[in-house]
Structures are given as structure tokens and as C-alpha cells.
């Protein structure tokens, strides 16, 4: 509680303080205003850029939104923000539009290597536990948006207007990690003896590089210190001390101070001094040449101190020897390579605007001023490219190139004809499927308006500028053939007509027949035969009278003589009725005698119409004639008319009485067609084949008349009337002049020099694109062109002048006396030279005119060598021997020891110092051995000229006799490969071959057309080939044949059905059936004769029967009725009247006879007219034409393919199906099908066409074995149909000679030179030399001759380097290890890789603990290899041995290596037993389980484990046995033993639970405890009282507890 006066307070303060927040709060707001402005706690935020809008390109405008935010989070008024620094709301943009897609492209770079994906807290460390064969990983590209102009990185918007950024990174795998993998480690190295502290080492070498994370390599070595180390007496130890060499200096020119003439100087040895030489000691200038520099020489030192075997430095005294190491040396001061500026940029290769975006380069380039020296700096790049462009407006468009062809050749027959038979050659005019040919040329196309004539619009170019396929040269075509008309028969011949019947002059006509024409004729030459003849005859008459006669009616009563009325119509020669006028006069009468017979007159029948004439002519033998005759009907009675005698029944004619010289017109083919005067007016038009048309003109031929077998005679004996045209129009072709394309530009001389005296000529041509035609302007002559190059320099030949080399110039005196300490001027020095280009006029040239000649220059300086006084000098070596010509010779040279080296002992050493060298001579003898298949069969190249144009396959030699080659090696009697022209002048072994040649299957020719298998109408005409020669060596191979080996063609054929026609001859009498002679009347028979002739002969000639119709044989016998006197006698039945086309059956057919005689009875006579209905197929017959099917493809005689005609045949056919005369179907007027023939195609079979073989490629190796040629041909035409196939080798091979290949091979690197140390810093050298071998792996290289191999290609950098040699002590690298066996990347045994890798490595030897600090890393080296394989790693384990074992990996080709075997699977070195045994007396056995010691045995469980050990009864005695081996092993269970001595019951389980024979044991206990209380409660109980009747005795069971007293 507070106090009162407290609480007064409280309230004071309470509202003071009240009223101060009140201030505060109105005042905050205020100064939080000024503050946060004073403390920048406004802040400008903008938002997004909106969307380029505005002009397309970088003209755009973006904008934004600005806001003020206070640091808080909430907006302000942007007057809170600072103005200066607010951000910009509008910016400058790059509008895309949708044209710039040509402008902008995205750039995708390759994907980077795979990478593991990053772990958690950014760890890349693999998983390797849980790696089973690969692990994800991630790999990256580079993505940008690039200006395809200048290829400038713009912003990835642009590009993503056009289409989305490609990924920038993408999943991948890596296998999983693989550790280093070393070898193991070599023996021990051996302690050197001695005293004090000894090393021994050990290494080995790593044989496969960690990859994808894995462990990396372990120490490849181990030291440790000898056994045993003997101390060393203090102050005596043994040590070893070496002469230490350092590296030379740079080389650098002596100070003034140390070139005093006059006195030796102290030699300062500061590398940092730069003050410079401006006067040179006379030795130290080098010689004078043309050069504007100078070869500096200079001079370069190194130090020398004495090194102890246990690193330390000691006095140089302990190292010294009998010569002291050179520590100073002249050298070539180095100068950097010395080019020209830069030359001015060359123009832009892009020359001209195309659709083509990609920018041009140009190119700039600097000479060599001098080379280096003295190991300075190298020559830089001397041709600098860069891209360029130059503004579309400023560019002419570029030349657009295409493929263009000239018309089609001429079509050539004549090749597929030779295709088919070899031996062909030309009979007449061949037609049908044949090959044309034309030119394909590349042109630039010129703009139409900058052409001044069309001729020249195109002018053509190297093929290679066109794109794309070149259109085909060569197709098939075809040669129309001519077939001539096919025409019908002769009709009968006609009337004896006047030639004109509207103006008939003179008593002379003619008697015409005609034909008509069946088919038309086709192509150019096809040719019809006259449709008319001709004879004349007398009395002509166009117009007769044809009188029709009535019925006979008698004068008087019934019977005897009457009249018959006649009516006269006048008919022209087509039948028409026409005015009576025009028939000559005076018509015939209207009446005409006749008699009725009466009844009892002999009554004879009408007369027969006249038959058909016998012959078509008269002849000198014989004329036509014709007969009709009438029979007897009945006989007369008494006193009637007798009959007329048989004479009176026949009558005859002559007919035909015209001579059988028929006359007709004959033509000549059509004329060209010309130009017409009168017609050249008329404007060009279009002909009937769509080609344009120059205007009409015509054509005119001949016309003669012709006798049959006469020949031409006067014009005026052949009907005027039907004499043909002699003149038609025509259509003009338009004239065709020759169009050539413009001449192709000249081949370019070369713009380079030329080598030798070589006369270069440049050509042009140009090509026939249309052939002249029409009488157009022919063809130049001219179409290649030749001259020679003008102004086409030599090329001047440059070569190096080396000037002499200068005196040997030594380090100076000053700086030898003050570094060596001696004075004598000998030893190792230097001598230059100057060397400069001159051209073969000795005119002094830039040295860059050299080096591209040589591409290295004569060394300008060189080593040389003052003799001491103490050296051996001798003289120059003289020339060698000449040799004899006997290949074992040799050859020598000598020298001479000179001055006072003769008289030393050491000079005379023939060892170190040769007088005399010998060696072999050369020989003449060379061995040939050959090499190589065989070549293919090879045929002799064709001498002809080049053939332009297509080639036919025939046109040159396929097959018959070759020869093969096979390439020999050449080499001397040594073995070394020389030149195979030593051998043989071609370099090959050469045999004849054969290729065998195709033969074609072979059919014989086509057999004559069989007879038309039907007479009369549509039948079928067969003809075959058949098999004569099978096919072989790739010939054309066989149609389609039949079981008999024949191929047949058949066609449809027409016979006219009037051609062969049944001739009858009048009836003979009746010839009455009784005995008697004379005659009588009844019932008899008569006969005639019949004959089957061919309607078209003129003679009229019997023929065979079979080829008349037999189903229309006309009867020879009938029988016959001769009337009695008494009988009615009625006329013979007339005609039937005809039915309607339609063959109603409800129309009646009619026919009558009339009353001849009455008879004597009032009988009456006979019915005198008939009638039946008219019926289809019976007595009434519908006609209609009939079409065959197309028949196949006919050719012409001559054609083998091409167009043919396919055609069908059109026959007159009766309702009923038998085919009739064309004239029944023609009177009914039917429609006829227009086109009876129409144009097909027979593919051409045409053989594989192949192109000429190419000239042989060089060879595909400069020298060695292995080497190809080949040469190539090329399918110009496939085979088409049953062709000929092409052959499947269209390349040919042949081995090239083998020729020696030289090559410069560097030799070893020497050991360290020193030059005078034992140990330090030194120089290794090696030599290259000419070698000479064969290209094989196999063949060992020969050292030959180095003029053999040329310019020597090293520098001194690949000559020489830097060596060291270890120090006793030192801690330095081992040698290379050898390469590891190469080894792929292998999963599962399957490899993902082509290239494999090997590994070497390099260690360190510490010698001495001391300078182990000082020791350098371990190198690894990984190169990749070809041929590798999959390895596997396993691990390995020895036996156990007391539960140890050794455990090693091992690599599957059995080496024992380290790393590669997976960690986590690697097996257990240690046995344990699991779990544990801790049984009493129990011990962990060899294999791995719980076992009990000596005298118990192992009580087992169910699941196998150990359940207790039970001791063997009666162990104990023996005591003996107990040291037994597993009594040795006990090692756990010995001492529980001591205790426990007996019988050891577990009553729990190894789980804590009781065991199951507890139970049983405590159940049986108690029920034995219940027995013995029940059997002690009987015995103690008290006895009943004696019952008189003895009760029932129970059986009473005792135990026996094993006491005796019971």
C-alpha cells in the first residue's frame, strides 16, 4: 500500500506527464516529417516497364510508374521524396516488329561438361554410399541474342518476340564416383651401409585418375629409417659431398667497367643494372652484313657450391677436382621477331546484296623483319581476318544462278535398238521409243530490261555455283511410225455410167467399183491405196427405165393369151426414181404379151432372176455370162399345150464384157508446205497441234493415172470426175533460228606468279540452246574459244646467301680473368653469320620472299671451339674413297693429329679420338616384293575423243579382256624401302583378266500372223516368239513366258462375211420316182449344183468349201412335185414382206402365190397367201454393231517401244448372234462408235546407262603402305522395265606402288650434361635424324641420309631443355612411371565412350628427413588413348587364420591394386561372432559360430545358435587330454571354468524367459510329493474292525524309494 501523501504525488505526476504526451503527440508527426526527409527515410520506387511502343527499331518508348515510399512501407506524396534523385519514367526502346526475324537469331553455345547437382549448405561432395551406378547431374550452355549483321549481343527481348530463349541448363548423369587407383608398392629400397641415419623408400604408381569427384590419389611413396642405425662417432660422420651446379643467367652484355682494355676489373654481377654497352670490343662485333642489325653476342654465369650428402652447404675445397666446371659462357643475346606495321585492310569480301544476312570478312596482313634469336619472343600472327559489312544501299544485288537446259535433241532410236541386239544396224526408217539428250548448264540470270537481245539473257557459269539437283540430261522419247490405211474389198463393179450424169457427152462411160477405208492411216509416212477403178464401157447411160409388171390377164375367157400391163418408172444409178425426162426416149411399152395355160396346157414357172456373172472382167479366153432358167410346174394333158423343149428352159447373157484393165489415180506424198503469195496476208495462226504458226501455205503432189498391171499411162484415161487434189493449204511453221547462249566469261589467268617457263591459255565457250530449224539462221561455227594468258609473270626464285661464318668469339678477357681466374683465350665460343634473301638475279629481297619458299632460314649462329693448349687438334677430314661396284665394298675417309697433339699421349687414343671412319658403299641390287590385293579387272582406256553429252551404255567397252594390278615394294639389299621405279618402271605387277560380258536373253523373231480364226466377222490373229538363249552375266533378263517358253500377241481380225459366198446353179428337171421312162407326174427329186468362190476374184474360181459358211450350205438334192394334167397349178411362193425393225409378234408377215391353172374337178385349188407373226430371232432378226475390246499395244514393224496404237474392230451382228454383212447394220442407219483406234505406249526397255569412269583419284597416302586409288562412275539412267541392270561395282580400286616414306624422328633425350658438376642444373639434348620406312606400325625405321628428308622442321626450344640431377640428400622426383594400360568408363561392363585414358605419375625420394620440407608434389598425368577396356574391381580375402584374414583389391586383368573396389562392400578383415558367445565354456570358432571347449559337447537350438555346453561324463579323468587345440582356444570362457566344475543347468532362456523342461520338471515333482502324503496317509491309518465277510481287495501300488529296509 502506498502512504497517502505518496499517493498525492503519484497523481501529480501522473497528469504533468499526461499532458506532455499530449505535446509530444501533436508535435511528432512534424518533426518525423522534417526527420525523415533530413534522413532520406522517403525513397523513390518505380514499377515495371510497360510495353515498346513507337516507330519499329531502336525508336521505341517505354514508361513506368514512380512512387514515394516511406522506408516503412507506406506510400507518401512525392514532394516527401528527393527530386534530384527520382527516377526516370520514360527510356529510349527497341520496338520489334515482325520483319526484324531476319535480323535477330538466338545463339546457342554447346552444352558444358556435366556437373553433380549441389548438395545441401551448397556441397557438390557425391553421395557415394548411395551412388549404385550413376548420379544426376546438371549441365549448362550460353544463350544470347545476337544481331546476325555484326553478330552484337542485344537484349534477350528482341529474340524472345520471335520465339522462346532455349534452355540455358538441362539434366544429365554422371557415373558414379571413381576413387584414384595406384598400384602397389615396390620392394624396399636397399640401406646403404654406414653409419648414422639411413632411408629406405618404397613407390608405387597411380594407374587410373579419380573421375567424377572421386578420392584423390594417396602418397605415392613411403620412407622409413633403417634398421638398426649405428651412431656415428661424434665429429665422424660419414658424409658425401657433391659439386653443386646452378642454372645459367640470362644473357646479358658486359658493363663498361668490365670490358677495360688496360686492367682487370671487379665484375658486377647486379641483374638489375641498365646501363648498356654504346662501344664493343673489336671480337664482340658481330660481322658486317647486310642486315639492318646486329647479332649481339653476350655472355651468361652460373654459381658453384659444394653440397653435403645431408643437404647443408660445406667448402668448396671438399668438392674440388681435377678440372674446375665452366661458370661462364658466351651466348646469343635473345631479340624478339620483328614484323612490318600492319598492311591497309583488303576489301570486303561481300561484294554485292543478297538474301543472304551473314557479313563478309576482309583481311589484312605484316611481314617478317627478322626472326628470332636467342630463344625472343616468336613470330605473331602475320594475317588478321575480321567480318565486315557494308551498307545494303551502297551494294549492287547479287547474281542469282540457276539451272538452265537446252531443247531436246533430236530423238535417236537407234541407241535402245543396238541395246537390244549389238549386231543391229540401219535397214530403213526406224520409229518408236528412243533416248534424247540435252545440254545442262548453271547461268546467271541477267535482268530481262538490261538484255539486249534475248539470245544472250543467260550466260553460263561453273556448275558449282547452282544449288540443288541438276535437272536430268536425258529422257525417253518416241518417233511416231507411219502405218499405212487398212481398206475393206471391192464392192461389185456398177453401171456403165457417164463420167458426168448432169452433162453426159459421148457414148463412152465408165464402170466403177470402190472400197472403202476401214482404218486411217498414221505418222508422217503412212500411205492408203486408191478407194476407186475404173473401166471404160460403151453406150453409158446415167438414167433407165425400170418397168414393173402386172398380172397376166387374159384376151379371152379364162386361159390363153392376155396382156400384162406394164408400169415404167425412170431410176438414176443410185435407184432413186426421178423424172421420166431424163430417161432416153422412147419408154417402154405399156403392154406386154403373156398366156394363162389352160386347162389342160403344160404349165411352166417364171424365169429365174439372172444369176451372178462369172467372172469381175473378160479376158482374152473367156467372158462373163449369166443364166436364169425355168422349170416345168405340170404336164399337159390331151389336147392341151405340150411343154417346151429343155432347151427353152435356160437362157444366157453375156456380162462383164469389160477388159480386166482396171485404171485408177495414183498420188505421190505431200510436198513441204510453202509459203503462198496469195495467202501472206492472212495473219500467224495456231495449228492443229498447238504450236504456233507463221501464216498458210500449201502443198502440192503429183497425180497419174494408172493401169493395173501396165503402169502410168495418159492422164485422160482415168475419169476425170474422181481425179484428187493436187493442192491443199497448210499451215506454215514458224522459222527457228539458232540461239546460243552468251560466251561464258574467260577462265581466269592466274593472278600469281608462275613457276618455269609454262605458256598458260584461258578459254571460253558458250552452248546451243535451240537448233536452227525452217530455213532460220544456222548455228555459229564457233562455240570454244582459246588464247593465251597475257602478262603472267615467272616467279622469281629466292633463296638464302649465307656469308661466311665470323672468327669464334669467346667471353671477353676482362670478364674470363675475373670469373675463371685465367687468362688463356680457348674454349667453348660463338661465330655468326649473316644471311640475307636474294633473287636468282642476285638482287637483294626481303627475307619474307624466303620463307614462304623454305619456311626456315640457315642458322645464324653457331657453336665453336678455341683449342686449348692442352686439347687435340687435327686436321679437316679428307674425302671419302671411291667405291667399286661390288656391294660389299666400303668406303673410308681419314685425318691427321697436327701440332704438338701429336706428341701426347691422350690424342693418341684411337677410341676417343678416330683418325680413319668407314662405311658401307652404296648397291645397286633391289628386292621386289609385292604388296596388296589384286586390283578389279581394269579394261583398257577408250583412245576416242570425249563424247558430249549422254553416254549410252554400249558406246564403249563394259567387258572382255583387262588387267589387274597389284602394287610392289621396293627396298635395297639393307631392307630399306627405296623408290618402286628401281624395281619396275610402273610400280605394279600386271596380269590379264576378263570381265565376262552380259549376254541378254535372246527370243527369236516374231512369226508370220495366223490365219483370223473366224470367217465371217470378229475373230483373233496369233503370232509368238520363243526362247532361244537364257540370260546370263547380268543380261537383260527374259518376259514373262509360257510352260512351252513362247510369248504370244494376239489381235483382233475381221473377215468380211461376202468374201467367200456359195455360188448355185439352176435345178434340174424333177425327176419322177417310178420305172418307167416316160414321164409321169408325182411326187420326184431334183438337184443342183453348188460352189463355194471368192467374191473378190475376178475369175471366179472355185475355192475350198470350209471357207464358205457351212452353216449356210445351200441344199443339192429336193424334192420336187410334177403336176398332173387334172391339177390345180399355182404359182411359186412369192417373198415374204418384210417385218418392222421393232419385231412386233402381234405384226403378221404375208406372202402369196397366184392361180396358174384351175383343175378339172371343182376341187378347189390351194391357199394363195400365207401368214405368221413376226418373231424375234426366227423370221425376224434386229441388227446392231459390235464392239471388240482394245487390243494390247501394237507397234510398227520397225519401232522396239514407244507410241503405239491400240485398236478394235466393228462387226455387223443379228439379234440371234451370228454375225452378218456390214451392209445389214449401214441400211438401218446405226450410229457408229467414233474412234476405232487410239494412241498407246509400250515402255521402252532401256539398259542401266552409266556415265564414263572418272580420272583416278591421287593416291590416298603420300608414300608407305596402305594407299588407294580409285575412280568412280555414275548412273546416268536407271534401268527401266527389263533393261538391263546396272552393275553393282561402280567404283574401282587399285593399290598405289608403296614409296619410301622419310620422316625426321627425334631421338632420346641424353642424360643431364653438367658440364663439369656432379649435380644441379644441366641440359638435355637429343638429335633428330632421317629415317626411312614403309607406313606400317609393324616396319622398323632405317636411319638414311638427312638430304633424304629435307628442310629440318625443330627449333632449339624442341632440341634442348632444362635437367636436373639430384644431390646426395636432395628430395627430388622420381622418373616417369610407365603409361597405364588404357581404360574406358564402364558401367555394367558396357562402356559409353570411344576414347579411353591412361595415367603416369612422378613421386618423391626424400633422402634425408632433414629436406623433407623442401620436397616437390607428386604429379599425375592423364592422356586419352584409343583401344581400351572395361576393367572391374573386386575385392579379394586370404583364408582366416586364428578369425584374421588379409583382404586386397584386385583389378579384373589380376592386379593387386589400391582404391577402385567399392568401400562399403569391402569384406571383414576381423571374425567376430555374432552375437556374441557368452555362454559358460564357450569360445568363438574358426567358422564364425559359438563352440564349447574340450570335454563339453554344444547343445543346439532350433534356429542353429549355441544353446548351452553339457560336460561329456567321465571327462574329468582324463586329464591328459585336456591340452588339446581347442583347449588353446579359449580364450574367453577359461576362467568360469575353474569355478564351475560339473553340471551347469540354464533354467532361463538367452530372452530372460523360463525354459519349457522347468515346467515339467516342477509338474512331476509335485504329483510325486501328492503320491507319497497319499500312500503315508494308508500306511499310518487305523485298522476296522473284522467284518465276517471279507471286503473287496483293492490293488495296492508301492514305491520303491531305494531304501533297502522297506
Known sequence: ?????????????????????????????????LEGKRDNQFIWKPGPWGRCTGDCGPGGVQSRAVWCFHVEGWTSHLSNCDESSRPPTERS????????????????????????????????????????????????????????????????????????????????????????????????????????????????????????????????????????????????????FSLKVGPWSKCRLPHLKEISLSERTVLDFSSDSNEQVTFRHQSYKAHQHSQPWDIEIGYQTRQVWCARSDGKNALLSLCMQDSFPLTVQPCLMPKDCETSEWSSWSPCSKTCRSGNLSPGFRSRSRKVKHIAIGGGKECPELLEKEACIVEGDLLQPCPRYSWRTSEWKECQVSPLLEQQDPHWHVTGPVCGGGIQTREVYCAQSTPAATAQRAKEVFRPVENALCSGPAPTASQLCSVPCSTDCIVSSWSAWGLCLHENCRDPQGRKGFRTRQRHVLMESTGPAGHCPHLMESVPCEDPMCYQWVALEGICIPDHGKCGLGHRILKAVCQDDRGENVAGSLCPIPPPPERMACEIPCRMDCVVSEWTVWSSCSQSCSNKNSDGKQTRSRSILAL??????????????????????????????????????????????????????????????????????????????????????????????CFLSCKKDCIVTAFSEWTPCPRLCQPGNTTIKQSRYRIIIQEAANGGQECPDTLYEERECEDVSLCPIYRWKPQKWSPCILVPESVRQGIMGTSEACGKGLQTRAVSCISDDNQSEEIMECLKQTHSMPPLVQECTVPCREDCTFTTWSKFTPCSRNCEATQSRRRQLTGKSRKKEKCQDAHLYPLVEAELCPCDVFIS???????????????????????????????????????????????????????????????ECVIPCPFDCKLSDWSSWGSCSSSCGIGVRIRSK??????YNGGRPCPKLDLKNQVHEAVPCYSECNQYSWVVENWSPCKINNELRSPRCGRGTQTRKIRCVNTADSEGGAVDSTLCNRDETPLETQPCSLLCPSECVMSEWGTWNKCPQSCDPHTMQRRTRHLLRPSLSSRTCAEDSQVRPCLLNENCFQFQYNLTEWSTCQLSENASCGQGVRTRLLSCVRSDGKPVSMDHCEQINLEKPQRMSIPCLVECVVNCQLSVWTAWTECSQTCGQGGRMSRTRFIIMPTQGEGRPCPTQLTQQKTCPVTPCYSWVLGNWSACKL????????????????????????????????????????????????????????????????????????????????????????????QSFENQDTCPQQVLETRPCTGGKCYHYVWKASLWNNNERTVWCQRSDGMNVTGGCSPQARPAAIRQCIPACRKPFSYCTQGGVCGCEKGYTEIMRSNGFLDYCMKVPGSEDKKADVKNLSGKNRPVNSKIHDIFKGWSLQLLDPDGRVKIWVYGVS???????????????????????????????????????????M
Not at 135 to 161: F, P, W, Y
Not at 221 to 240: N, W
Open 1026 to 1031: 520363243w526362247l532361244k538363249e537364257k540370260p
Open 1563 to 1605: 509338474g512331476g515333482g509335485f504329483l510325486i510329493m501328492i503320491f507319497l502324503i497319499f500312500t503315508s496317509y494308508l500306511v499310518c491309518k487305523k485298522p476296522k474292525p473284522h467284518q465276517s465277510t471279507p471286503p473287496h481287495q483293492k490293488p495296492l501300488t508301492l514305491a520303491y524309494d531305494g531304501d533297502l529296509d
Open 636 to 729: 399337159a394333158g390331151e389336147g392341151g399345150k405340150p411343154c417346151p423343149p429343155s432347151q427353152a428352159l435356160q437362157e444366157y447373157r453375156v456380162c462383164n464384157d469389160h477388159p480386166c484393165m482396171q485404171l485408177y489415180w495414183e498420188t505421190s506424198p505431200w510436198g513441204p508446205c510453202l509459203e503462198n503469195t496469195l495467202v501472206t496476208a492472212l495473219n500467224a495462226t495456231v495449228g492443229w497441234n498447238g504450236e504456233a504458226t507463221c501464216g498458210v501455205g500449201i502443198q502440192t503432189r503429183r497425180v497419174f493415172c494408172v493401169k493395173s498391171h501396165v503402169g502410168q499411162v495418159m492422164t485422160k484415161r482415168c475419169p476425170d470426175s474422181t481425179r484428187p487434189e493436187t493442192v491443199r493449204p
Open 1315 to 1406: 658440364e663439369g658438376g656432379d649435380c644441379g642444373e644441366g641440359i638435355q639434348v637429343r638429335s633428330p635424324s632421317c629415317v626411312v620406312h614403309n607406313g606400317s606400325i609393324s616396319h622398323l625405321s632405317i636411319h638414311v641420309e638427312d638430304s633424304l628428308c629435307g628442310e629440318m622442321p625443330f627449333q632449339d626450344s624442341i632440341l634442348k631443355q632444362p635437367c636436373s640431377v639430384p644431390c646426395p640428400g636432395d628430395c627430388h622426383l622420381t622418373a616417369w612411371s610407365e603409361w597405364s594400360a588404357c581404360e574406358l568408363t564402364c558401367i555394367d561392363g558396357r562402356s559409353f565412350e570411344t576414347t579411353g585414358r591412361q595415367s603416369r605419375s612422378r613421386t618423391f625420394i626424400i
Open 93 to 240: 526502346c527497341f520496338r520489334v516488329c515482325d520483319w526484324h526475324s531476319d535480323l535477330f537469331q538466338w545463339e546457342v553455345s554447346d552444352w558444358h561438361h556435366c556437373v553433380l547437382v549441389p548438395f545441401a549448405q551448397g556441397e557438390v561432395k557425391p553421395r557415394t554410399s548411395e551412388c549404385v551406378t550413376a548420379q544426376h547431374g546438371l549441365q549448362h550452355r550460353t544463350v544470347h541474342c545476337l544481331q546476325k549483321l555484326n553478330r552484337t549481343m542485344v537484349a534477350s527481348d528482341i529474340c524472345e518476340h520471335f520465339a522462346p530463349q532455349p534452355p540455358t541448363e538441362q539434366a544429365c548423369l554422371i557415373p558414379c564416383p571413381r576413387d584414384c587407383v595406384v598400384s602397389e608398392f615396390s620392394p624396399w629400397s636397399k640401406c646403404s651401409k654406414g653409419c648414422g641415419k639411413k632411408l629406405q623408400h618404397r613407390t608405387r604408381a597411380a594407374i587410373a585418375p579419380p573421375l567424377y569427384g572421386g578420392v584423390q590419389c594417396p602418397n605415392l611413396t613411403e620412407s622409413r629409417a633403417c634398421d638398426v642405425p649405428i651412431s656415428c662417432p661424434l665429429g665422424e660422420e660419414d658424409y658425401t
Open 929 to 991: 616384293q609385292p604388296y596388296g590385293n589384286w586390283s578389279d579387272c581394269i579394261l583398257p582406256e577408250d583412245k576416242r575423243e570425249p563424247h558430249r553429252g549422254l553416254r549410252i551404255h554400249g558406246e564403249s567397252k563394259e567387258c572382255g579382256e583387262g588387267m589387274r594390278f597389284q602394287a610392289i615394294a621396293c627396298s635395297d639389299k639393307n631392307g630399306r624401302p627405296v623408290d618402286p621405279s628401281y624395281c619396275s618402271s610402273s610400280g605394279y605387277i600386271q596380269e
Open 1 to 33: 500500500m502506498f502512504p497517502k501523501d505518496n499517493l498525492a504525488v503519484t497523481c501529480w505526476v501522473w497528469w504533468s506527464m499526461r499532458k506532455l504526451f499530449l505535446l509530444l503527440s501533436l508535435l511528432l508527426p512534424h518533426a518525423a516529417h
